[in-house]
């Protein structure tokens, strides 16, 4: 199961690769610290990197 963290309660703690979502669609996104408009997402992703609502880690099958 997939642990959904809001995004306006709690930013993640370090640059990496997060799904991320709008409301509306996932995707892989890479989260920057300190910038302005930290996540970037691929230009054919259907997520919009400024109503990101959520955001999980990207746990693989196996991992904790």
Do not use: C, Q, R
């Not at 979502?21 to 996104?29: C, L, T």
């Not at 230009?43 to 991992?63: C, F, K, M, Q, R």
């Amino acid at each position: 199961m997939i642990k959904w963290i809001e995004y306006e309660n709690e930013k993640p703690k370090e640059e990496g690769n997060y799904l991320a979502y709008d409301g509306e669609h996932v995707d892989i996104a890479y989260f920057f610290m300190g910038i302005d408009e930290p996540w970037d997402l691929e230009p054919t992703s259907l997520v919009d990197e400024g109503d990101i609502t959520h955001w999980a880690y990207i746990n693989l099958p196996g991992e904790a």
